[in-house]
């Protein structure tokens, strides 16, 4: 039976799922439930799937992120207790801005992030942004005309999105998939922001994904954690014993590593910024040469003619934490 409306090949995850073609049919929508449909979808098909006694019918998008995501047991935590803890802490601090909670000395907001971006810029055209979560930096994006996909582990999270963004002109896609495993062509992005994500994903094999989807001369934006940060910067550390309590995805990296592998595989570093404590990144107090310890990073990279596979550079505990 003929698909419609999206290409399977550029979806890896599906082939996790056990499902043939026999279990994959086709119905004509009508009018309005096609318009209905996620932009950058256009069709005015349905893809049906039937798997064992689970039968579903929903868009493609929706049925492609419901098979590559089944399997991955972070989503769990993404989608529901974070998701929860994340409106509230919003919700704390008043709605009304893209900021995620306006005046805590721990998450740093846009001005941060829009004196990041007007020092460094962006190249004309398309952004990904890994870990969009409800898309609070889109209005920053916006700003400088940038086309925006927002890709995020989390269905709750891009359910979010979607009810914001889904309209707007800027936005080419919103979509359910693991940084380890973006289902996109190889250099298909002109810049890539992951702010605040990193941290939660096995590094090495996300890194390798954004070197890929970057096309050579495009811009990439990340931020992380060191993994040797001050042995009394009590916050720092009662951060880093608080996620692993709450079961919450921590990697620190190697940043050292980090920088000689981008340095190697040819690409430049543009910009980066070492905020020695806890809370200095939200107050935007940076040193901007590379002296340990420091707590977190942001690296702004422009991507070389080519890239290889990073090696492992992060590990789940920092070595401030294992010389406790
Ligand atoms: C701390 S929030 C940051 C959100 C956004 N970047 C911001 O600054 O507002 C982390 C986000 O990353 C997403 N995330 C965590 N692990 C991920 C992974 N492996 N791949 C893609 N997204 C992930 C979470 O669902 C969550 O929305």
């Not at 810029?121 to 398309?126: A, I």
């Not at 707007?168 to 896609?173: L, M, P, T, V």
């Not at 050579?216 to 550390?237: C, F, I, Q, S």
């Amino acid at each position: 039976m003929a698909r419609q409306g999206f290409n399977q090949a550029s979806y890896k995850g599906c082939a996790k799922a056990a499902i043939t073609t026999a279990d994959i049919g086709v119905k004509r929508l009508s009018s309005p439930e096609a318009m209905r449909m996620q932009a950058g979808q256009p069709s005015n098909f349905q893809l049906v799937v039937n798997v064992g006694d689970r039968a579903s019918s929903a868009s493609p998008q929706a049925c492609l992120e419901q098979l590559m995501t089944q399997d991955d047991p972070r989503k769990d935590y993404w989608n529901g207790q974070y998701l929860e803890y994340w409106r509230s802490r919003v919700a704390e601090a008043g709605a009304g801005t893209s900021d995620v909670v306006a005046g805590d000395p721990n998450t740093e907001g846009d001005e941060v992030y829009n004196r990041v971006f007007d020092r460094y810029g962006f190249e004309p055209g398309r952004l990904l942004e890994v870990g969009c979560a409800w898309g609070r930096m889109f209005p920053l994006y916006k700003a400088r005309n940038l086309k925006i996909t927002g890709l995020d582990i989390s269905e709750a999270m891009i359910g979010a999105a979607r009810e914001s963004w889904e309209a707007d002109d800027s936005i080419e896609g919103l979509v359910v998939s693991p940084a380890e495993e973006l289902p996109f062509p190889d250099e298909s992005f002109d810049n890539l922001a992951c702010l605040a994500v990193l941290d939660a994903t096995r590094q090495d094999e996300a890194l390798t994904e954004f070197l890929r989807v970057v096309r050579p001369g495009g811009r990439l934006y990340v931020t992380g954690k060191n993994d040797l940060y001050h042995a009394d910067d009590t916050e720092a550390l009662a951060a880093e014993i608080g996620a692993r309590k709450k079961n919450h995805p921590n990697f620190f990296t190697d940043t050292k590593e980090l920088l000689e592998v981008m340095s190697r595989q040819g690409h430049t570093l543009v910009g980066q910024h070492y905020f020695e404590r806890r809370g200095d990144f939200a107050a935007f107090h940076s040193i901007e040469t590379p002296r340990l310890p420091f707590y977190e990073y942001l690296l702004v990279f422009e991507r070389g003619e080519s890239y290889a596979r990073v090696p492992k550079i992060s590990a789940t505990h920092s070595k401030t934490f294992q010389n406790q």
